[in-house]
T-cell receptor
Framework: DGGITQSPKYLFRKEGQNVTLSCEQN?????MYWYRQDPGQGLRLIYYSQIVNDFQKGDIAEGYSVSREKKESFPLTVTSAQKNPTAFYLCASSIDKGRGQFFGPGTRLTVL | RKEVEQDPGPFNVPEGATVAFNCTYS??????FFWYRQDCRKEPKLLMS???SGNEDGRFTAQLNRASQYISLLIRDSKLSDSATYLCVVRYNDYKLSFGAGTTVTVRA
């Protein structure tokens, strides 16, 4: 079955540690995205990538980094510079800009 | 001002009732519009796109009013399984989407 997978589902880290969240898709979509969701707020865009080896900052990129070495994969690293990293992180992909985006199941990151 | 604003609700309705809610968007250059559904602690799922002429998908009807910059969603004959948070989503620039914070609907037996 085609879809988007994210791992792990839950992640706990100590303050000051970098952590990498995985996102893989087998939908053959060119565009991929990372969002974070906080209670009572809409999803906010962290980074997006329209094609392999290219990515752009979203609205809240500070403290995050990404890579897009393969079409299928778009990992997100939450660095120790991110001031408030505890959140629900969602990865998405889309076939083109006119259509909606499809989301993975998300990773809940808790920084202790 | 937020790019997409929604009444958070909750809208509590009995099974079989009709429920409708709107969202407003600030950027008049917005190009594409969507409604997503999000269940508690799950990922958003695309419910339907919203077209200029309005469109239906089963019990769901979406309308777009470009002049007043709002989108609406109407759910007829509500089912218990319709209980969820509905996200209004707008695209105004390339591949980027703006998400509302969501409207919560609770359908009671």
């Amino acid at each position: 079955d085609g879809g988007i997978t994210q791992s792990p589902k839950y992640l706990f880290r100590k303050e000051g540690q970098n952590v990498t969240l995985s996102c893989e898709q087998n939908l053959n979509h060119d565009a991929m995205y990372w969002y974070r969701q906080d209670p009572g707020q809409g999803l906010r865009l962290i980074y997006y990538s329209q094609i392999v080896n290219d990515f752009q900052k979203g609205d809240i990129a500070e403290g995050y980094s990404v890579s897009r070495e393969k079409k299928e994969s778009f990992p997100l690293t939450v660095t120790s510079a991110q001031k408030n990293p505890t959140a629900f992180y969602l990865c998405a992909s889309s076939i083109d800009k006119g259509r909606g985006q499809f989301f993975g199941p998300g990773t809940r990151l808790t920084v202790l | 001002r937020k790019e997409v604003e929604q009444d958070p609700g909750p809208f509590n309705v009995p099974e079989g009732a009709t429920v409708a809610f709107n969202c407003t968007y600030s950027n008049s250059a917005s190009q594409s519009f969507f409604w997503y559904r999000q269940d508690c602690r799950k990922e958003p799922k695309l419910l339907m796109s919203v077209y200029s002429s309005g469109n239906e998908d089963g019990r769901f009807t979406a309308q777009l009013n470009r002049a007043s910059q709002y989108i609406s969603l109407l759910i007829r004959d509500s089912k218990l399984s319709d209980s969820a948070t509905y996200l209004c989503v707008v695209r105004y620039n390339d591949y980027k989407l703006s998400f509302g914070a969501g409207t919560t609907v609770t359908v009671r037996a």
